[in-house]
């Protein structure tokens, strides 16, 4: 029976390439080069900011995945601590071999280190085998983050009828009346 081994270490900048090609649908734009900066921009502080770190995942020497660690506060209104576990993830050909576990078990690691009782992690909706396991750990659905263009949002915005003010007729009492004069104008069932 072989043995594989799986160990876990700190981001070094020769990763950058690997972690822009795991997280490319997660980073901004569709270009590799663009891809490949930002990532070696987050790494670079990472490894100087002592409430962030970049875990690594080798699967017998090779690459297997990674997960970003951030301490942070719940939001900016809820200010408990919390360990955001960013964008854990495995390739494709060593998951269901221990990796996602062992890289979520750093988060644990890291969190308590750092005396903070709770781990968060995002997920995309569209990653149903993602969004399982996290739920098999015990993560629960917390909020829905959305987003849009500020492009859209203006487009949006500008398209929705102003609202009136007091002195205007709410939009309850507005369908309330036009149900009355509906009922008024039908003929009576007879």
Not at 155 to 172: E, M, T, V
Request: proline fraction near 5%; glycine fraction near 6%.
């Amino acid at each position: 029976m072989s043995r594989f081994s799986l160990v876990l270490r700190d981001v070094v900048p020769d990763d950058a390439a690997q972690l822009a090609l795991l997280w490319r649908e997660q980073l901004r734009g569709h270009d590799a080069e663009v891809h490949l900066g930002d990532v070696a921009t987050v790494i670079a502080a990472v490894r100087t900011d002592p409430l962030q770190r970049i875990v690594v995942a080798e699967f017998d020497g090779v690459f297997a995945g990674a997960i970003l660690l951030t301490a942070t506060t719940v939001s900016t209104l809820n200010l408990e601590r919390v360990v955001n576990a960013h964008s854990p993830k495995v390739v494709p050909e060593y998951r269901r071999h221990g990796v996602g576990t062992a890289l979520l078990e750093s988060s644990v690691i890291f969190a308590e280190q750092l005396g903070i009782s709770q781990v968060a992690c995002a997920s995309p909706m569209t990653l149903r085998d993602a969004n399982r396991f996290l739920a098999r750990l015990s993560f629960l659905p917390q909020a829905v983050l959305r987003v849009t263009t500020t492009h859209n949002l203006r487009s949006k915005l500008s398209q929705r009828p102003a609202r009136r003010g007091a002195a205007g007729r709410s939009n309850l009492s507005q369908v309330v009346a036009a149900r009355r004069s509906a009922r008024k104008r039908a003929p009576s069932p007879g």
